[in-house]
T-cell receptor
Framework: DAGVIQSPRHEVTEMGQEVTLRCKPI?????LFWYRQTMMRGLELLIY????????DSGMPEDRFSAKMPNASFSTLKIQPSEPRDSAVYFC????????????FGPGTRLLVL | AQTVTQSQPEMSVQEAETVTLSCTYD???????LFWYKQPPSRQMILVIR??????QNATENRFSVNFQKAAKSFSLKISDSQLGDAAMYFC??????????FGTGTSLTVIP
């Protein structure tokens, strides 16, 4: 299996632009998670899905952030409009159902908003 | 909500020696899972080891082992025979019965040759 795939790996954009991050989970995994990592705030869970349905989006910082999972093999995290404080590494992770199943992380997208 | 605390922001160990990283958590659940992840400079998050709360036996994976104290809500990671490649940020994580994950703030491990 190729593991969790994220694209792009690096993104540099200007303030006010729309940013779309993409994730392909491991085939067969029921859960998908989006995280943000910064030096100041560490690793933060933004939102997670179960069977393509958002379960908990309480970590989404504000309305500028939105996430979708139109099917079992694809998810997007969108920031519109982007701001410099959104600069971070964004991780996608997936896991099988069940309480003990391990989360597998993608390589992350490093976002820089100028 | 559950919380995960890693009280050691930084640790160092001499190559070939043993080091223990601490983690405590707060929960009212009886059934949950605990994990240690490693994040090297590449930023990739890599699973090191996991522990089921219902199991009393401590998990072991080669040079990595845990000391799981359920009553004390403690979950420390022991790395034996430390290698240069072990240098990384280590995160303790808790998975609840609702599949929510909670991560600690991490411990940066330096391995001294």
């Amino acid at each position: 299996d190729a593991g969790v795939i994220q694209s792009p790996r690096h993104e540099v954009t200007e303030m006010g632009q729309e940013v779309t991050l993409r994730c392909k989970p491991i085939s067969g995994h029921d859960y998908l998670f989006w995280y943000r990592q910064t030096m100041m705030r560490g690793l933060e869970l933004l939102i997670y899905f179960n069977n393509n349905v958002p379960i908990d989006d309480s970590g989404m910082p504000e309305d500028r952030f939105s996430a979708k999972m139109p099917n079992a093999s694809f998810s997007t995290l969108k920031i519109q409009p982007s701001e410099p404080r959104d600069s971070a590494v964004y991780f996608c992770a997936s896991s099988l159902a069940g309480g003990g199943e391990t989360q597998y992380f993608g390589p992350g997208t490093r976002l820089l908003v100028l | 909500a559950q919380t995960v605390t890693q009280s050691q922001p930084e640790m160092s160990v001499q190559e070939a020696e043993t080091v223990t990283l601490s983690c405590t958590y707060d929960t009212s659940e009886s059934d949950y899972y605990l994990f240690w992840y490693k994040q090297p400079p590449s930023r990739q998050m890599i699973l090191v080891i996991r522990q089921e709360a219902y199991k009393q036996q401590n998990a072991t994976e080669n040079r990595f082992s845990v000391n799981f104290q359920k009553a004390a809500k403690s979950f420390s990671l022991k790395i034996s025979d430390s290698q240069l490649g072990d240098a990384a940020m280590y995160f303790c994580a808790y998975r609840s019965a609702t599949s929510q994950f909670y991560f600690g703030t991490g411990t940066s491990l330096t391995v001294i040759p």
